[in-house]
Structures are given as C-alpha cells and as structure tokens.
C-alpha cells in the first residue's frame, strides 16, 4: 500500500518514522548541491542524491510516495525511475535520515530465501530494457548509457547486470547478440573503474580533468551521475587558482553561519539556523560561475574562461586596514570572526604540518591564492559597510565644490564590494533575517542585538544612497551617443532639465552618508 504524492511535512524524519519500521520513502529530488561544501573532499555515492546527509536542503524533496519492505520498494523504484530525474530511497533513523541505493536492496532480496529471484531478474531486466530504449541516442549508445545506469544504481548488487538480467533484457529490445552483450558488460567495468577511482585520495589535477570529461561525456543520459560530474569540477576548481580567485571575489560572507554550524551543529536536539534565502542564491550563484569558468578552462574553450576572469577582476590585497573597515570590525562580531577566520585558514594551509596541501602543489598554490583575494574581498565589503554605518565628517579643509565627489565614494565602494547596490541590498537584508532567526544560538546570544542593529544601520543608510542618487541609463546612453557625434570644437549643449536636476541630486548627496558638510557651507 502507498501513499501517493503526499506533501513534505516539516519533520520528515518523524513523519516517516510513524508510517513503521519498515517504511521507505520514495522521493524525487531536484537538482541542486549544497553551497557552503566548496571544499568537501568525499565524493558523494554514486547512485545516492545526498539528499539525507547532515544539512541538506530537504526543499528539495517531492515525495511520492511510501512503501513497506524491501521488495515493494525495489519494485516501485523500478517502475517509477525514468532517467530523467533522481528518485531516492529514504528511511528514518535514530537522529537523522539514510538514503539507500537500489542496488543494495536488489542485493539482500537475491540472498533472501524467501525473495522470488525469477521475478527479481524480470523486474531488473525491464528497467535496463526501458533505460535502453528511452536513452535519447538509441543504438549502441542507448545501451552504453542504460550500462552506466546500472553500474551506478546497482553497484552494491553487481557492477555490471548478470547473464540472466542481460539476456532477458537484450531479447526484449530483439538485440540478442554477443558484442551487444560485451558491450553493455565492457561498459560497466569501465564505469565501475571509474567509480574506483574517484575515491582514491591524493589525486593530481590531470587525472580529475580526464574523469570529469569521461563523467561529463554520460551524466546528460544518467542523473546519478550529475553529482559525480559537479563534484569534480569543484575538486578541479580547488587546484586551480583562477578559479578560487573568482570563487574569493563571488561568494558572500558566510562567517555567522558557518560559525553556527560549527558551534551548535554536533549537538542533538539543537537547530541550527537556516542560511537566508538571499546568500543562498549568492552562493549558488557564485558556485555555478566558478564551475563555468572551471568547465571551459579545461574543455579548450580559454576565451570564454578568459572573458569571465575579465568580468570580476582580482581586488588587490590591502596592506593597510582603512578607517571605515576598522570601524566595522570593532563593532561587528561576524566581522571579526571573519577576520579571524581568514587568518587561521592562511595559519593552517602554510603550517609545517599541512601535509594535505604539501602532498598537492596545485591543491597549495590555489589555496593561497584564494586567501590572498579573499583577504582583499573581505576589505572591500567590511570598509563599504564601515562607510554606511559610520559616516565620516567632511574633512575640514576640502573645497566645497569636492563635497560631492567625497559623498559619491560610498557609494562606489559599495558598488565596488557587492556589484551593484541591489546586491548589497539582498546580502543586509539576508544578514538581518538571519541574525533575527529564533531560536538564538547560545553562543550569540550576547552579540545578536547589537549586530542587528548595526546591520540595520548600513541597510538604512543604503537605502538613502540608492534613492538620493536616481541614475537614467538610457539618458546616460543618449547623452554620450550624442556627445560621441558632436564635431570637435563645437560649443556645449546647454544643461537640459535632467542635468540640473543630477547636479542638485549629487549635491544633495554631500549630506548623504559618508560626507556630512561643515556648518555654513
């Protein structure tokens, strides 16, 4: 008996654990990764989703349905499993959730006996039958790619299908044929080698490249290995330092959360806050760029990686901390441990006992290299920050005529750290929401009000900055295009309205954050 399409509740763990002891979840999960896992260096389980480890995003889960026992499961993975997207397998266990893949239910009902093995092998040979047929090549490579599948989902059962699933599924697409047969057999050795491979330690960056492109070449027929395939771009992309220079200057400051999920994520019965919506999709977003660049770096395509190297150039490493960067980080408890953060991840990447990165010069190199961008990164943010909330007086003797070009500093560095001022709208705003996440953590608990408020503080600021400044770029367009044709020597156009009103907005901005004018000026 299942329950058919039922909704996620919001302890799925416990509602799964009072369908019975026996009960499975069958789930199917959308595509995703977790963001905060950029340097994760276990690969995930080929023909699992990942989707029960510890902080997964459980959004991501559609049930379908639940069964009872082992064979029932299998059965209806069997039929439901369309190779287009991941179906997992889900139990509830004591503290969390455990995925299992059908292979290792395939394997203790063969040696179950009381399991019907003649239709065991029917229904195993139905789904690489069906996997074959539906593989949008056809041909030989429908069934290289219903070989892989098998070799993914069934590994714990056997790495390749057996004489009597083969044959079975071979007549039933009327192919029976012995170098039909060495292939499908051919190709889940190959697959399983591969699969062996990936869990070796210590790999060099040569031989990532080669596996990726040989995952890459099958994850478009078979899901499971999409995972794989995004897994060793992100292994790839820690060895190269283009890439973790581009990660430094995309990702957010993550600081608070991971701090959290440091601090409270080992304890039972302790939740840990969520990482809010707006970081969420900066994260996301900065990962597939960096995947993106990783991608066409190592596929030949150097132009295009080139092109998104250009797009976000490297922020110099400062060598002195400014006036409103220090404010910040006095004030600013997420700061500071960021700052710290930041100096313990250098102390232990160049520690003499650092035998994980010495072991992989490349692994080393860009590492560093990510440091020493994220370190100038961090500047940025933390100073443009530092001028929103604590706005520094005009200095005394500076000509009024500069007073907006003081005011108009803010908010460059702010564009400058976030890239636009909407983005740094989204990243205080997603900081404030999840400062004001309950419970607390205990470790917090003492910062949390003041962090809001100064959050807060910045996010006001911000606000007056973006509306006291109005930008028309199809004015600015027009202007210059007409400026661009205007013969050399010709006398100015006179100022339109909208010019005189631009001035009076700039100069309306010496009283916006980051300049405050003298008295009487």
């Not at 041909?139 to 069934?154: K, N, P, Q, R, Y």
């Not at 590994?155 to 044929?177: C, H, I, M, N, W």
């Not at 705003?429 to 607390?440: A, K, M, R, W």
């Not at 909208?498 to 700039?506: M, P």
Request: aromatic residues 6%; contains cysteine.
């Amino acid at each position: 008996m299942s329950e058919q399409h039922t909704p996620l509740p919001d302890d799925f763990r416990i509602w799964l654990t009072e369908r019975g002891e026996d009960a499975y979840a069958l789930a199917w999960v959308a595509a995703g990764s977790e963001p905060t896992g950029w340097s994760e260096t276990e690969a995930p389980r080929v023909g699992e989703t990942g989707i029960a480890r510890t902080g997964a995003d459980l959004t991501r889960i559609t049930v379908q349905e639940v069964t009872h026992g082992r064979q029932e499961t299998l059965r209806r993975w069997l039929q439901l499993d369309n190779g287009r997207r991941q179906l997992a397998i889900i139990t509830a266990e004591l503290g969390g959730l455990r995925e299992h893949t059908p292979g290792e239910l395939a394997a203790h009902l063969m040696h179950d006996p009381d399991s019907d093995e003649a239709r065991l092998t029917d229904l195993l040979a139905s789904w690489l039958y069906r996997r074959n047929a539906e593989a949008p090549q056809g041909l030989e490579l429908g069934w290289i790619a219903a070989a892989a599948a098998w070799t993914c989902h069934m590994r714990a059962f056997t790495s390749y299908p057996p004489p009597s699933v083969l044959t079975q599924s071979l007549e039933s697409a009327g192919e029976k044929d012995e170098a039909t047969a060495e292939l499908v057999a051919s190709t889940g050795l190959r697959t399983a080698d591969l699969l062996d491979r990936l869990e070796r330690p210590y790999r060099p960056r040569a031989e990532l490249i080669e596996d990726w492109h040989a995952v890459e070449s099958l994850a478009a027929d078979v899901p499971a290995l999409t995972g794989m395939a995004d897994w060793l771009l992100d292994q790839i992309a820690l060895r190269d330092a283009h890439a973790q220079q581009l990660r430094a200057v995309l990702e957010p400051d993550i600081t608070d959360h991971l701090r959290d999920r440091r601090t409270d994520g080992y304890l039972l019965g302790v939740t840990v806050p969520a990482l809010d919506a707006q970081r969420t999709a900066h994260l996301n977003q900065a990962r597939e760029t960096v995947r993106a660049y990783t991608a066409a770096a190592h596929s030949g395509r150097e132009r295009e990686a080139q092109q998104l190297l250009d797009a976000f150039p490297i922020p110099a490493r400062s060598l002195k901390t400014s006036g409103p960067a220090a404010a910040w980080r006095r004030n600013s408890a997420t700061a500071q441990d960021a700052v710290e953060a930041l100096a313990a991840q250098r102390a232990a990447t160049t520690a003499e006992n650092s035998a994980d990165y010495f072991a992989d010069p490349d692994l080393l190199h860009a590492e560093t290299s990510y440091l020493a961008a994220r370190e100038g990164q961090l500047h940025l943010m933390h100073d443009a920050l530092g001028r929103l909330a604590y706005p520094a007086p005009a200095p005394r003797d500076l000509p009024e005529e500069l007073a907006p070009v003081a005011a108009a500093q803010t908010q460059r560095r702010v564009i400058e750290a976030f890239g636009t001022l909407g983005r740094a709208a989204q990243v205080l705003d997603g900081l404030i929401s999840y400062q004001l996440q309950q419970p607390v953590p205990a470790h917090r608990r003492a910062t949390t009000g003041a962090e809001t408020d100064l959050l807060t503080t910045a996010r006001d600021a911000l606000g007056y900055t973006v509306a006291g400044v109005p930008l028309d770029e199809e004015h600015i367009r027009a202007r210059l295009q007409e400026a661009l044709a205007r013969p050399a020597g010709r006398e100015p156009v006179a100022p339109t309205a909208h010019d005189e009103a631009y001035t009076q907005a700039l100069a309306a901005g010496s009283t916006a954050p980051g300049v405050h004018r003298r008295p009487g000026h």
